[in-house]
């Protein structure tokens, strides 16, 4: 099983790191690449919601 945070891609290209991160193309590989390739390997893909996954946050 893999499990992907669902992120907001167009919020992270406006921080400081925006041009890194749309040159990295974070969201086509977990968009695209990474369901195809769970696909083929007969794996579970899956995203969660990104809010309370982390156990940093919920420690706080």
Known sequence: MVFVGDLDFRIMAKGMLSKHTLDAGLG??????LPWVCFKRDVFCGKVDPRGT??????S
């Open 28 to 33: 086509q590989f977990t968009n695209q690449i």
């Open 54 to 59: 982390s156990s940093w946050y919920q420690r």
